[in-house]
Nanobody, 121 residues
Framework: QVQVVESGGGLVQAGGSLRLSCAASRSGFSINAGTWYRQAPGKQRELVAAITSGGSTNYADSVKGRFTISRDNPKNTMYLQMNSLKPEDTAVYYC???????????????WGQGTQVTVSS
């Protein structure tokens, strides 16, 4: 079963940048579409950004103009570039990826394990 592995979280000062990655755990798969979510303490999980198989993107109003979602299929990876970070962006970030196996064409969906992003003021 293919999984996705997240990386790139950490501690950053307000105004700084981070790039999160969500990579397929095995070769032979592409990430066709995906979504980044986040969950802050005491709050519900919310959609941050999404990308479709056609490359269309969608963002939460709170991150528009600051965050960029992208995918790099040769690297089987989806990214979330986060610029001009604010303390209110502090949360655990999760990716959800729809992957396609090159050999069979079968599609799989998987969640990442979550990565902590902390923005200090």
């Amino acid at each position: 079963q293919v999984q996705v592995v997240e990386s790139g979280g950490g501690l950053v000062q307000a105004g700084g940048s981070l790039r999160l990655s969500c990579a397929a755990s095995r070769s032979g798969f592409s990430i066709n579409a995906g979504t980044w979510y986040r969950q802050a303490p005491g709050k519900q999980r919310e959609l941050v950004a999404a990308i479709t198989s056609g490359g269309s993107t969608n963002y939460a109003d709170s991150v528009k103009g600051r965050f960029t979602i992208s995918r790099d299929n040769p690297k089987n990876t989806m990214y979330l570039q986060m610029n001009s970070l604010k303390p209110e962006d502090t949360a655990v970030y999760y990716c959800n990826a729809i992957m396609e196996e090159f050999r069979s064409g079968r599609k799989y969906t998987a969640w990442g394990q979550g990565t902590q992003v902390t923005v200090s003021s």
